[in-house]
């Protein structure tokens, strides 16, 4: 039986990610917390792992209550701690340090930052589907392959390429609801260069995308709806969240059923 296994945060976008065991839905189908911060240059572009493969190198910890980001800079001695909210200077300012010109971090409660805007909710895989990535690719673990996708929901008690079945052919939305949060699945997530990269050092795998598509054509399911691959470097699944979901709150173990 599929269920919601785990949930994944990543309150400033790039940035390492914090697991919780329940997540609020906020009006614009986004979950709180989640990309509610990004950092941008002073050219108004976001500084991240698509554009600055340094970000890769920063470690942090985040405590969602307290409002605190912990920060590890690369060659230093101990963490850095900051509240977003009052100390949000100083976090631009050993930014602006690290990365060697000026930045500052936005914040946006209300939807976040996603890479889609047109499709903020949190973007859905599976363990399984995560388990056979990782085998297409010596020397990468599970978790590895986990912190390159950076979805934020992950189904289990599913095979692989189950959350395929969460799209159709292009322009339809396919119903499907976890606990008491109804959900419309979108289309597959097309990825950027971030996965080809090691999570912590930035380094790239050599041929990454080249085998990726290769294995993601080889293994794609025949019933899966063909019309959103015009390329196969493709994985997870873009969302959007009906306002009736504002509010609700998904939780770990949650059923997850697809509607007819």
């Given amino acids: 039986m599929p269920y919601l296994a785990k949930i994944l945060l990543y309150p400033v976008k790039s940035l390492d990610g ?28 976001f500084v991240n792992g698509k554009r600055h493969a340094k970000i890769h190198l920063l470690r942090v910890q985040f405590a969602l209550f307290n409002r605190t980001i912990s920060l590890q800079i690369p060659g230093g001695d101990s963490q850095q701690v900051f509240h977003l909210d009052d100390q949000r200077q100083a976090l631009e300012a050993t930014l602006s340090n690290y990365f060697e010109f000026a930045v500052t ?8 930052f996603p890479d ?22 010596p020397g990468l673990s599970v978790d590895e392959i986990r912190r390159r996708m950076r979805a934020n929901i992950e189904i289990d008690g599913v095979p692989a390429f189950w ?13 499907f609801r976890v606990g008491d949060v109804d959900f419309f699945g979108v289309n597959p997530c097309q990825r950027c260069i971030v996965p080809t990269r090691d999570s912590y050092l930035g380094e790239a795998y050599p041929n ?6 290769t294995q993601r054509q080889a293994t ?3 019933w899966v709806a063909a019309s959103p691959f015009n390329h196969f470097y493709r994985l997870s699944v873009n969302t959007q969240l009906p306002l009736s979901s504002a509010g609700k709150i998904l939780q770990i173990g949650d059923k997850v059923d697809i509607l007819l």
């Fill in 208 to 213: 990454f995308q080249k085998i990726f598509a």
């Fill in 105 to 112: 971090l936005r914040q946006n409660s209300l939807m976040g």
């Fill in 220 to 222: 794609l399911p025949n």
């Fill in 163 to 175: 959350e395929d079945r969460l799209f159709s052919e292009q322009g339809d939305l396919v119903s």
């Fill in 116 to 137: 889609d805007t047109r499709s903020p909710g949190p973007t859905v895989i599976s363990t399984a589907t995560l388990t056979e990535v990782a085998s297409w690719f």
């Fill in 18 to 45: 914090v697991e919780v065991n329940n997540a609020g839905v906020l009006a614009s189908g986004a979950l709180q917390h989640d990309r509610e911060f990004a950092i941008f240059d002073d050219r108004g572009k």
